[in-house]
Nanobody, 123 residues
Framework: QVQLTESGGGLVQAGGSLRLSCAAS????????MAWFRQAPGIEREFVAG????????YYADSVEGRVTISRDNVKKTVYLQMNTLKPEDTAVYYC????????????????WGPGTQVTVSS
């Protein structure tokens, strides 16, 4: 059974940092690209960052470029999202997802999804 479980969300002040984790099981993690998406109330789910199956390439949305780093550990079957200099507009539920194209921004291109973790940035 495929399972993706996010953790690390919470409440942080603007300018602060958070590190999200997503633990995977039930499929061949090392053969899948991984990505982070986010969804704020009333807004469509949007791509944040993606990383290639072997970790040697990553891709970021313009809105987070330079503030966010995606990484993965294929031994631990975990993908991470380090977020720095957080802004109130970063407030959303953050989801990890598994697919084959690390640079795809399209939700339907991802096969597996976690339930999400809430990130709230106060001003």
């Amino acid at each position: 059974q495929v399972q993706l479980t996010e953790s690390g969300g919470g409440l942080v002040q603007a300018g602060g940092s958070l590190r999200l984790s997503c633990a995977a099981s039930g499929y061949d993690f090392s053969h899948y690209a991984m990505a982070w998406f986010r969804q704020a109330p009333g807004i469509e789910r949007e791509f944040v960052a993606g990383i290639k199956y072997n970790g040697d390439k990553s891709y970021y949305a313009d809105s987070v470029e330079g503030r966010v780093t995606i990484s993965r550990d294929n031994v631990k079957k975990t993908v991470y999202l380090q977020m720095n200099t957080l802004k109130p507009e970063d407030t959303a539920v953050y989801y990890c997802a598994a697919g084959f194209d690390y640079s795809s921004r399209h939700v339907p291109d991802y096969d597996y999804w976690g339930p999400g973790t809430q990130v709230t940035v106060s001003s």
